[in-house]
Nanobody, 118 residues
Framework: QVQLVEPGGGLVQAGGSLRLSCAASGGMFSSSAVGWFRQAPGKERDFVARITWRGGNPAYADSAKGRFTISKDNAKSTVYLQMNSLKPEDTAIYYC???????????WGQGTQVTVSS
């Protein structure tokens, strides 16, 4: 069973940067993609970005385009989310998840809090 762990959240001022990590125990080799999602207080969980595990092809939500970069390190079975030019509206709990070819997103991590102060 793959378990995902997300260290790297924290408090940052608007305009600042943070890098989140999503590390998989058990490896990512069976994953077709790994994604980042976020949930702000009182809101639903929204897609932020995803990367295909084999090809490394990224995709972003409109809110993340131009500011966030998703990347991966195959050797470390880790996916990163570099977040630049952070805004207060980026404040949320960020979760990573993985999917296989014929499954929905699953193996959700425990989440990490990102707080952007104005």
């Amino acid at each position: 069973q793959v378990q995902l762990v997300e260290p790297g959240g924290g408090l940052v001022q608007a305009g600042g940067s943070l890098r989140l990590s999503c590390a998989a125990s058990g490896g990512m080799f069976s994953s077709s993609a790994v994604g980042w999602f976020r949930q702000a207080p009182g809101k639903e969980r929204d897609f932020v970005a995803r990367i295909t595990w084999r090809g490394g092809n990224p995709a972003y939500a409109d809110s993340a385009k131009g500011r966030f970069t998703i990347s991966k390190d195959n050797a470390k079975s880790t996916v990163y989310l570099q977040m630049n030019s952070l805004k207060p509206e980026d404040t949320a709990i960020y979760y990573c998840a993985r999917k296989e070819v014929y499954t929905n997103w699953g193996n959700w991590g425990q989440g990490t809090q990102v707080t952007v102060s104005s």
